[in-house]
Nanobody
């Protein structure tokens, strides 16, 4: 069984910063791709960023340099550094880890961590 768990959410003022962490544990072959999604109240879940084990990252167009994804792949941990936060960044942030067993991919999701941007 594989567990993926986020941490680091909370309340932050507009313009502030926050770092989310995600850790995978349990029995898996190789978490080769990791990422973050978010879902605001009343909206669909949307992709935020993804990163390959080797470090190559992709971002949603709206990120515009405010968010940075990184990984300590040896420890199966990945992060989302968020700066200059805005009220519209308020959402539940979900991480996922994609396990490659040599034949197929399996995506594991965390349960989410709430980020609230408010004064």
């Amino acid at each position: 069984q594989v567990q993926v768990e986020e941490s680091g959410g909370g309340l932050v003022q507009p313009g502030g910063s926050l770092r989310l962490s995600c850790a995978a544990s349990g029995k898996f072959s190789s978490i080769n791709y990791m990422g973050w999604y978010r879902q605001a109240s009343g909206k669909e879940r949307e992709m935020v960023a993804g990163i390959w084990r080797g470090g190559s990252a992709t971002y949603a167009d709206w990120v515009k340099g405010r968010l940075t994804i990184s990984t300590d792949s040896a420890k199966n941990i990945w992060y989302l550094e968020m700066n200059d936060l805005k009220s519209e960044d308020t959402a539940v942030y979900y991480c996922h880890g994609d396990d490659w067993d040599g034949n197929s991919w399996t995506r594991y999701w965390g349960k989410g961590t709430l980020v609230t941007v408010s004064s």
